[in-house]
């Protein structure tokens, strides 16, 4: 009796979690759909074959001076892909397997280098490409709940992690509006919450415009203004 009253125990358990794993899933495929389409709806996303943008860094020193500014010209292209960054003299584009970097006209090819430009270049189309690049393989994805944002934004939350990958990332979407509001990752136990605080609305899609980073003190009590970004849309070409 005890054997067959354990046995239904594990099965109601097992219902139970497996219940509410499909429960989040559907809320997550919800989220995401959603945002999808605030952003410009995924199959008009993907018509795009090209995308020029300035992004310009201002970086702060802690006492709301700007400490650096940084101009940056981005192109992502689609179907080959190749995504590049030109600021001042210096060069970088990747394929997603090949990298090259070229500074004051000549090429740069010391393994640490290129492996510092892959990041950099894949770092800068991750961040442009959402809520697109959340539907990449390998992404895992937790529903977190809804809050409220330190700026009064109230938002549905999402961790994002990766297996070849050791940052934790949360996503935050409106509940209103289901656009990407904001970001928080974590790096090597070091917090930085990125808001979107202005979009580019354009015919093509609805992208970051401007966006304000801060790195979160250790018990979440303060934030500190590290940096800001500006990106500006240069072109669009659709396929």
Known sequence: MKIQFDIKL???ISVIFLNKISSQNEK???????SLNAHGGE????????IKYLKTTYTYDGMDDVKKQIKQHIT????PFITEIISGNKSLKTNGIFTEIIENGKEVDDIESLKNAKAILDGAFYVFWQPMK???????????????????????????????????????????????????VDHNNKISLIYTTDFNRTPYGIFHHKRESYKVSDN??????QAKYVYE???????
């Open 28 to 34: 997550i495929e919800k989220i995401l759909l959603k």
């Open 134 to 184: 959340l539907k990449d393989p390998g992404t895992i994805i937790k529903y977190l709940g809804e809050f409220n944002l330190a700026n009064k934004k109230n938002v549905h939350s999402l961790e994002i992690s990766y297996l070849n990958g050791k940052d934790i990332w949360k996503f935050y979407f409106d509940t209103s509006t289901y656009l990407l509001v904001a970001t928080e």
């Open 10 to 12: 594990l099965l109601l």
């Open 76 to 79: 992502h292209k689609f179907d």
């Open 233 to 239: 849309i240069l072109d669009v070409v659709k396929k």
């Open 43 to 50: 199959v008009n996303l993907n018509k795009i074959k090209q």
């Open 220 to 225: 979440r009590s303060s934030l500190t203004l």
